[in-house]
């Protein structure tokens, strides 16, 4: 809420997105993406990852590997079956990646949220 009950500004909102981007490929990798890398990294599996956000396998799949391809090295390493089964698992690289991210997301986040609150009080106090 962006200020208080009744007036103007009460149901504005603000959303924002952090994402790398390569400027020749145009590639992308975003809050979606680094949320799955997560959900690998936590669970092991790329199909448990997947359903947690709601994405089909081989839609998560495919976005690895264009992120792979993009940012220039492997971000997953996918283990197949065996007696015990497969699993997927980041790469040091990724791992690496991925909490930079949530770092670099954090640091926003608490900017972000002080700029906004000034930017409302600053609305509001006027209307």
């Not at 924002?16 to 490929?25: A, D």
């Not at 699993?87 to 791992?95: E, I, N, Y």
Request: hydrophobic share 35%; proline share 1%.
């Amino acid at each position: 809420m962006a200020g208080p009950q009744g007036s103007k500004y009460y149901n504005v909102f603000l959303e924002y997105g952090v994402y790398l981007t390569n400027r020749e490929s145009g590639g992308r990798l975003d809050d979606a993406l680094v949320q799955l890398l997560s959900g690998i990294h936590q669970t092991g599996s790329l199909r448990l990852a997947a359903d947690s956000t709601g994405i089909s396998y081989r839609k998560a799949w495919g976005d690895i590997r264009k992120a792979e391809k993009f940012i220039g090295f492997a971000l997953v390493e996918k283990i197949r079956g065996g007696k015990d089964g497969g699993f997927s698992r980041l790469t040091s690289d990724g791992a690496d990646l991925v909490a930079a991210f949530h770092h670099l997301h954090q640091e926003f986040d608490a900017a972000i949220h002080r700029t906004t609150k000034e930017f409302f009080h600053d609305l509001n106090k006027n209307g």
